[in-house]
């Protein structure tokens, strides 16, 4: 088992499977792993023989659980251009071929798909969730932010629920994630086995490949979805989010606290149990995500992941969500009133020295 692949392609009846292969981790990225899917993406982009590709996770657990952070934290002191910024340039360039792939691109998120997992999946075509979905953006559990193109796409959500999602760092089900549309189609995982088979016994004709697929999906799944808890909710997250500064948020919520809302309650409890540069971070980038195409919301965030690998917090997090479990940081500062405008806005700057951070390690271009 351990001497396979942390990756497996195949392509079969024109499908060009891409099966993520560390179910035990819940298939968390490494550097091989991205590395291999953004040159297979490469390859296949030009390859008559695939027609369209299916992103799946082996295991029961979920599609993907994120990046592998226990590299990163085992880096600490190093210098971060040579360990940490080579993983994140090439799954942000890996993300954004989903998003501007020719070739139809489905995946199947079934149970946990988290951080890099939503990385992997928001671009792609056709995104299938079931009654198993957890998705969430947890970075802000580890004194971080959400990345992979979180600057873009949570500010395409309804209203200001991305605000929301990205604070609370919330876990959500399918009906949610349809919501937000962070997916297209809902399908029980029971149908599964089913819509694999018929994949592979369809014949699949590249001209028309696209109206083939939306058929075949329209058999198998719902476009429709009722019992968003989020779309419930979005009047009162409109009414809270829509401050412009993390101490507006949070009085906000604590006056509705004082009005006895027992959900203010709970959030206001989430917020402040997350660290202060974090939420002050994350609520800037995505104000300045607002204005900013997908690529160059990833450049920002290559620039946010260096600085904030700099910090006492992220180590911090990572200790006390992953290596003692003991799910009791000590944030530092540790108010949010501690933290300047100009600290905050440090974070937002990096000395690329007229590189461009998305092109660290360009990808050969050599077709075969």
Request: aromatic share 10%.
């Amino acid at each position: 088992m351990s001497d396979q692949p942390s990756v497996l392609f195949e392509v079969k009846n024109q499908v060009g499977w891409i099966k993520l292969n560390r179910s035990r981790a819940i298939n968390a990225l490494s550097l091989e792993m991205v590395e291999s899917i953004e040159k297979q993406l490469h390859q296949w982009k030009e390859d008559q023989q695939v027609a369209l590709i299916f992103l799946v996770g082996e295991g029961d657990k979920g599609l993907c659980a994120g990046a592998d952070i226990r590299f990163l934290y085992n880096g600490r002191g190093t210098d971060l251009e040579k360990t940490a910024l080579p993983f994140f340039a090439t799954e942000y360039r890996m993300d954004l071929a989903t998003h501007q792939y020719p070739k139809p691109i489905l995946v199947y998120m079934n149970g946990v798909v988290m951080g890099g997992g939503v990385g992997i999946s928001f671009g792609c075509k056709h995104r299938i969730v079931t009654e198993k979905t957890k998705w969430s953006m947890p970075e802000m559990n580890i004194g971080f932010f959400p990345d992979v193109g979180a600057s873009y796409f949570f500010n395409q959500m309804p209203g200001h629920i991305g605000r929301y999602l990205a604070l609370t760092a919330s876990i959500i089900k399918a009906a949610d994630v349809l919501y937000i549309r962070a997916a297209d189609r809902f399908m029980p995982s029971d149908r599964w086995n089913d819509l694999k088979r018929e994949m592979d016994e369809m014949k699949w004709t590249k001209k028309i490949v696209a109206e083939q697929l939306n058929q075949l999906l329209d058999d198998f799944t719902s476009t429709i979805m009722p019992g968003s808890s989020l779309a419930a909710m979005q009047e009162k997250i409109d009414l809270h989010f829509a401050f412009n500064t993390v101490e507006e948020i949070i009085h906000s919520l604590s006056r509705a606290v004082e009005a006895g809302d027992p959900w203010a309650s709970e959030t206001v409890k989430t917020l402040i149990s997350k660290s202060p540069t974090s939420l002050k971070v994350t609520l800037q980038q995505l104000h300045e995500g607002a204005g900013k195409s997908l690529e160059d919301c990833f450049r920002m965030e290559l620039s946010l992941v260096l600085n904030l690998l700099n910090t006492h917090d992220f180590y911090e997090g990572v200790r006390s969500v992953v290596v003692d479990k003991d799910r009791n940081p000590k944030w530092n500062p540790s108010a949010i009133e501690e933290l300047s405008e100009e600290y905050v806005a440090s974070f937002f700057q990096y000395p690329w020295k007229g590189k461009d951070p998305m092109r660290t390690e360009p990808l050969p271009t050599h077709h075969k």
